[in-house]
């Protein structure tokens, strides 16, 4: 049995929250350190550039992410760690792969559908007002960024499970074409994984602007988990546990046996007050050691970038080689 691949990448825009901490970095961690799997891992800067962002704001973007990863533990040794704008072949094989994915698939691509439809909703005449060529051919790039690592299986949020099935829909195209060359990839997603709600109520998304960062100081830490929504039960009367978003983040980072316990204070009323008091305690117990490491890294950048650096090169012995398999399927060669 040939041996699994993972793969998954985190675009660079945005300061890392909760959200992202419980949906995607931890999982990530701990699989790193795990010596009989193959992981890669990466930044995905290129895919940052479709919103057409602020420069210095995807760089600090991706210092912060690189940070947290490293932060929270991930291991560079056992896995690949790396930026991918340092990979040279991915924007090649994404040209490569752009000659072989139907624009009626493009089409279909829930971000680029979402980015039309917020347009309708706004009573724009323009459908595609504000979108580039990169947020429409996105599932492009990251069937490239999957692709050129032959990733068996990607780890990703719900929203993205169409994107890696479009880059297996491309993969196989291109095989019918060109002969078994591409590895066609899973998506890999995590039933138990909790998706967390917000400080307004609805899921905790950079979009929405309604994340709690992970890593700010402890007291604007406090300050963001006292403005998540809550209802106007009163501290006596029994609370609902279903649905309750301080009790989803709670049972993010808390074992069983703590939820239990925390069950019976919602049934005996505590007030939201003394809830969220309790969650920030705990929570910020959890990742302090984290944020003292964070803080440091941040600091000193070039720890960071030697990290991806030694990445790049680890991921590149791979990639290139690659490359020249593919261009040579595909009819570019040398002529003598
Ligand atoms: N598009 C993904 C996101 O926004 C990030 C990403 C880019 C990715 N390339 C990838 C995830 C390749 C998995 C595999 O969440």
Redesign the pocket.
């Known amino acids: 049995m040939t041996q699994e691949i993972y793969?998954?990448?985190?675009?660079t825009t945005g300061t890392p929250h909760i959200g992202n901490y419980v949906g995607?970095i931890r999982p990530s961690v701990v699989a790193s350190k795990d010596a009989n799997k193959r992981n890669y891992y990466?930044l995905?800067d290129f895919?940052a550039l479709a919103k057409n962002e602020d420069p210095d704001k995807i760089n600090q973007s991706t210092l912060e992410i690189a940070a947290a990863w490293l932060a929270l533990g991930m291991d560079t040794n056992n896995s690949v760690f790396y930026r991918?704008s340092d990979i040279p072949e991915i924007p090649e094989l994404t040209w490569i792969l752009t000659s072989m994915a139907a624009k009626g698939l493009m089409n279909r691509a829930h971000s680029y559908k979402a980015a039309v439809q917020s347009n309708i909703d706004g009573g724009n005449k323009d459908l595609d007002k504000g979108i580039t060529m990169a947020l429409y051919s996105?599932p492009i790039?990251?069937a490239a960024?999957?692709l050129i690592f032959k990733?068996t299986k990607?780890?990703?949020?719900r929203?993205?499970k169409q994107?890696?099935e479009m880059a297996r829909d491309i993969a196989q195209r291109f095989n019918h074409h060109y002969g078994d060359v591409l590895v066609l990839p899973e998506p890999l997603i995590d039933e138990h994984t909790a998706v967390l709600v917000g400080l307004d109520g609805r899921k905790m998304s950079k979009s929405y602007k309604n994340t709690i960062p992970l890593f700010v100081p402890e007291k604007k830490f406090r300050k963001l988990i006292m403005k998540i929504k809550t209802n106007s039960l009163e501290p006596g009367e029994a609370k609902d546990i279903e649905g309750n978003a301080l009790y989803d983040i709670y049972k993010a980072f808390a074992t069983p046996e703590e939820m239990a316990a925390i069950e019976r204070q919602y049934a005996e009323g505590i007030g939201w007050g003394a809830m969220k008091q309790q969650l920030f305690e705990y929570i910020n117990d959890h990742i302090s050691p984290a944020r003292a490491e964070y803080n440091r890294l941040i600091a000193d950048p070039s720890i960071i970038e030697e990290e991806l650096q030694k990445g790049a090169v680890r991921a590149r012995e791979v990639s290139a080689p690659y490359m020249d398999q593919i261009r040579s399927a595909i009819g570019i060669r040398k002529l003598g």
């Open positions: 793969l998954t990448g985190i675009t995607a990466f995905a895919h991918q996105y790039l990251m960024d999957i990733a990607v780890p990703v949020g929203d993205q994107h890696v």
